[in-house]
């Protein structure tokens, strides 16, 4: 069973085009996260969400929209696509307060705008 | 401010040997977590080691250990007899329990050659 999962794990789409990426989580976590990760590896938290509620909004432009409807899952919705937002984008989760504190990944999702 | 540092971009060694990766890092918290994380070309992100900071003892998992010096806010990783599998990007990371945010290092790339 997989614990992140992300779909799609693959996503091509034109310039200007409206996309979104799923996230689900089966490990009972409270907290889910988004990542992009550019083409020089460099990983950039973009949002954070704690039982449903931001946490975490990093200077990203407001295309970017995270949606959390429950706990177990964090989609992020992407308007009008820019070249630049070619990437790769990962998920997350973890435990708050957990002694154990470890942060989970999903497999990713390879953006390319064209 | 939290901040994870990783000074060396790439790194190779042979296989069968010994690579020390380094870490520092900058935070107020008087407790919290640092992570190794290990990505390979599959680009999954992979949970390598963990140390708490208030446990003096170096965490070890099989070939990996730590190397955690508090005071000095560094924690590198030694990966003993290197295994073609090991060719990864490996990532120090940083989270304090009183936030949910992970910080990451801007990773080293490790290659290892048969």
């Known amino acids: 069973d997989t614990a992140v999962s992300q779909t799609p794990k693959y996503l091509v789409t034109q310039m200007g085009n409206d996309k979104s990426i799923k996230c689900e989580q089966n490990?009972?976590?409270?907290?889910m996260y988004w990542y992009k990760q550019d083409s020089k590896k460099f990983l950039k938290i973009m949002f954070s969400?704690?039982?449903?509620?931001?946490?975490i909004n990093e200077t990203v432009p407001n295309r970017f929209s995270p949606k959390s409807p429950d706990k177990a899952h964090l989609n992020l919705h992407i308007n009008s696509l820019e070249l630049g937002d070619s990437a790769v984008y990962f998920c997350?989760?973890?435990?708050?307060?957990?002694?154990?504190?470890?942060?989970?990944f999903g497999a990713g999702t390879r953006l390319s705008v064209l | 401010a939290q901040t994870v540092t990783q000074s060396q971009p790439e790194m190779s060694v042979q296989e069968a040997e010994t690579v020390t990766l380094s870490c520092t890092y900058d935070t107020s918290e008087s407790n919290y977590y640092l992570f190794w994380y290990k990505q390979p070309p599959s680009r999954q992100m992979i949970l390598v080691i963990r140390?708490?900071?208030?446990?003096?003892q170096n965490a070890t998992e099989n070939r990996f250990s730590v190397n955690f010096q508090k005071a000095a806010k560094s924690f590198s990783l030694k990966i003993s007899d290197s295994q073609l599998g090991d060719t990864a990007m490996y990532f120090c990371a940083l989270n304090s329990p009183t936030g949910n945010q992970f910080y990451f290092g801007t990773g080293t790339s490790l290659t290892v050659i048969p």
């Open positions: 969400y704690n039982n449903k509620e931001l946490i």
């Open positions: 490990l009972g976590h409270d907290t």
């Open positions: 140390q708490e900071a208030y446990k003096q």
């Open positions: 997350a989760s973890s435990l708050s307060g957990s002694s154990r504190n470890i942060q989970y």
